[in-house]
């Protein structure tokens, strides 16, 4: 400074950054920065180039419909609670497999799992219900993705909204 309080110079930066995290206190506030480095940590790219879909099934990128194909059903005798008798026999035969089944009711009326596998007239769960099934209980299933292009193409009909790249090789052959 030429003078005292003359800052006509400018400035002389040490740091520079973004503030991450603000504790305050009664007597004080704790600032802490982090540096523009801390950037280069975010996945990138945000949209992944692979074979499978990436969108969420139903959503609004996927723009399907689900309720299109739900089907319910009352459960039959021998159902437990991880797995529930059923008189549906769906088309394509694995059109629920990692799809939902709701408890409609019942001690399970609002509640939702996942479904692992369905054949031979069982529906199959990832996890139990919490309170037995009993026969007569009303469930609703919803068709689940297993984010194919094939499977979007002839199961659900929505292949222009696929959010997959099923063209580019693999890392083994893209190399």
Avoid at 126 to 143: M, R
């Amino acid at each position: 400074m030429a003078t005292y309080g003359d800052t006509s110079p400018g400035t002389v930066v040490l740091f520079a950054g973004r503030i991450s995290d603000i504790d305050c206190s009664r007597t004080g506030i704790d600032l802490k920065c982090r540096s523009h480095l801390e950037l280069l940590n975010i996945q990138m790219p945000r949209r992944l180039w692979q074979a499978s879909c990436t969108h969420t099934f139903g959503d609004a990128m996927c723009q399907f419909d689900r309720s299109a194909f739900q089907a319910t059903f009352s459960a039959g005798p021998g159902s437990t609670q991880v797995q529930i008798a059923t008189s549906l026999t769906p088309m394509p035969a694995n059109l629920y497999v990692q799809g939902t089944i709701a408890g409609l009711t019942g001690g399970n009326a609002g509640a939702s799992r996942a479904i692992a596998n369905m054949g031979d007239g069982w529906v199959y769960l990832k996890l139990a219900f919490l309170s037995p099934v009993i026969v007569g209980d009303q469930f609703q299933l919803l068709p689940g993705c297993d984010r194919t292009l094939a499977t979007c193409n002839t199961v659900f009909n929505n292949a222009s909204h696929f959010g997959g790249f099923p063209y580019v090789p693999t890392p083994e052959t893209a190399v």
